[in-house]
T-cell receptor, first 113, second 116 residues
Framework: GNSVTQMEGPVTLSEEAFLTINCTYTATGYPSLFWYVQYPGEGLQLLLKATKADDKGSNKGFEATYRKETTSFHLEKGSVQVSDSAVYFCALRQPSNTGKLIFGQGTTLQVKP | NAGVTQTPKFQVLKTGQSMTLQCAQDMNHEYMSWYRQDPGMGLRLIHYSVGAGITDQGEVPNGYNVSRSTTEDFPLRLLSAAPSQTSVYFC???????????????FGQGTRLTVV
């Protein structure tokens, strides 16, 4: 079946540090891949996405590349800010036009000044 | 646009009580879903709908009912609340975008439910 695995958290970094949050997936065919972010007390917001192999999604300084050979979609940011503190979810969606998402367990990021 | 609106934001129930979590979207999206979020488990799909009158079960459907009588609304019913249903519930909607690809999912703010 389809599944998503994220690195365990919480991740604690100092401001301006480099961020990597690992995400690997198991799926048949060619799913779309997503990173969602959840700020405290809020719902999930789409951070970035990639719909085919070798696509790079980017937004707000965050990047992730769809690597089919390693079934990975790792999230990176070169210099984190305190305002990036949130929970980050990796997710996949099969191209079956049902809107269903399969999520990883989420990684909490805390950035200290 | 309001997007996806969930009510209530917080609810405390006693074991055995029933209630309905409301979800409404004003984007004319055909796909709607309910997820529950539990610590260390991410979001898990409870039920989903691909259009008015069409619903199906997700990963964790037991103890929940849904119906979709209109495109806009997708209520989630807890039939007889149990402590194991203490969770944060999110509703999401999406649509078929250009070229047939599904659009991004938009999420509501969530309902925090405690069953005592």
């Amino acid at each position: 079946g389809n599944s998503v695995t994220q690195m365990e958290g919480p991740v604690t970094l100092s401001e301006e540090a480099f961020l990597t949050i690992n995400c690997t997936y198991t799926a048949t065919g060619y799913p779309s891949l997503f990173w969602y972010v959840q700020y405290p007390g809020e719902g999930l917001q789409l951070l970035l996405k990639a719909t085919k192999a070798d696509d790079k999604g980017s937004n707000k300084g965050f990047e992730a590349t769809y690597r089919k050979e390693t079934t990975s979609f790792h999230l990176e940011k070169g210099s984190v800010q305190v305002s990036d503190s949130a929970v980050y979810f990796c997710a996949l969606r099969q191209p079956s036009n049902t809107g269903k998402l399969i999520f990883g367990q989420g990684t909490t990021l805390q950035v200290k000044p | 646009n309001a997007g996806v609106t969930q009510t209530p934001k917080f609810q405390v129930l006693k074991t055995g009580q029933s209630m309905t979590l409301q979800c409404a979207q004003d984007m004319n999206h055909e796909y709607m879903s309910w997820y529950r979020q539990d610590p260390g488990m991410g979001l898990r799909l409870i039920h989903y709908s691909v259009g008015a009158g069409i619903t199906d079960q997700g990963e964790v459907p037991n103890g929940y009912n849904v119906s979709r009588s209109t495109t806009e609304d997708f209520p989630l019913r807890l039939l007889s609340a149990a402590p194991s249903q203490t969770s944060v519930y999110f509703c999401a909607s999406s649509s078929t975008g250009t070229g047939g690809a599904t659009s991004e999912a938009f999420f509501g703010q969530g309902t925090r439910l405690t069953v005592v």
